[in-house]
C-alpha cells in the first residue's frame, strides 16, 4: 500500500492533540497510519497559535504555541507553506456568501492545487469539491 498525503484543517489537529473521539473512524486510520503523510497548512497553523495564546482552546498538552509548532512538527508529517501556485488557484475560486473564512479558502486551495485529500469537520467545505477538492468530512 502506497502512503497517501493529507491536509488537514485547524479542528482536526486540536481533536487529535486532545480528543480523539471527536474523530471519525475513517479520520482516526488516516492519521494512525504511520506511512501517510499529514500535512497542516500554514496558515492553519498561524490559526491554532492565535487560539492558543488567545486561550480560546485548551489543549492540555500544548503549554505554548512553540508547543503546537513542536506537535505538528513530531506528531505530522510537517507543514505545508503557501506558495504563489496556491494563491493562483485561490483567486479563481468562487466566493460562497455562507462561507468567507480566509484560513479554510487557503487552504482549500492548497488541497485542490496539489491534489490532496483535506481532512475537516466544517460541512462547507463540499461545496468546493465543484472546484477540484477531494473532501474527507470528520462528520461527529
Known amino acids: 500500500m502506497k ?15 486532545s480528543d480523539e473521539d471527536e474523530l471519525t473512524a475513517e479520520v482516526k486510520d488516516i492519521l494512525g497510519n504511520t506511512r501517510n503523510y499529514i500535512y497542516v497548512p500554514s ?6 497559535i492565535y487560539l ?3 486561550r480560546r482552546i485548551d489543549v492540555k498538552i ?6 503546537i509548532i513542536r506537535y505538528i512538527n513530531d506528531e505530522l508529517a510537517g507543514i505545508k507553506y ?10 479563481r475560486l468562487p466566493l460562497f456568501p455562507d462561507h468567507k473564512d480566509p484560513t479554510d479558502r487557503i487552504a482549500i486551495a ?15 467545505f463540499h461545496d468546493y469539491k465543484r472546484s477540484g477538492l477531494e473532501f474527507i468530512y470528520n462528520k461527529r
Not at 496558515?43 to 491554532?48: F, I, P, R, S
Open 3 to 17: 502512503p497517501e498525503r493529507y491536509l488537514v484543517d485547524s479542528n482536526i489537529v486540536i481533536y487529535r492533540a
Open 43 to 48: 496558515k492553519c497553523v498561524e490559526e491554532l
Open 52 to 54: 492558543q495564546q488567545s
Open 62 to 67: 500544548w503549554r505554548s504555541a512553540g508547543d
Open 82 to 91: 503557501v506558495a504563489m501556485e496556491h494563491l493562483q488557484t485561490l483567486a
Open 110 to 124: 492548497q488541497a485542490i492545487t496539489e491534489k490532496i485529500p483535506i481532512i475537516s469537520s466544517d460541512r462547507q
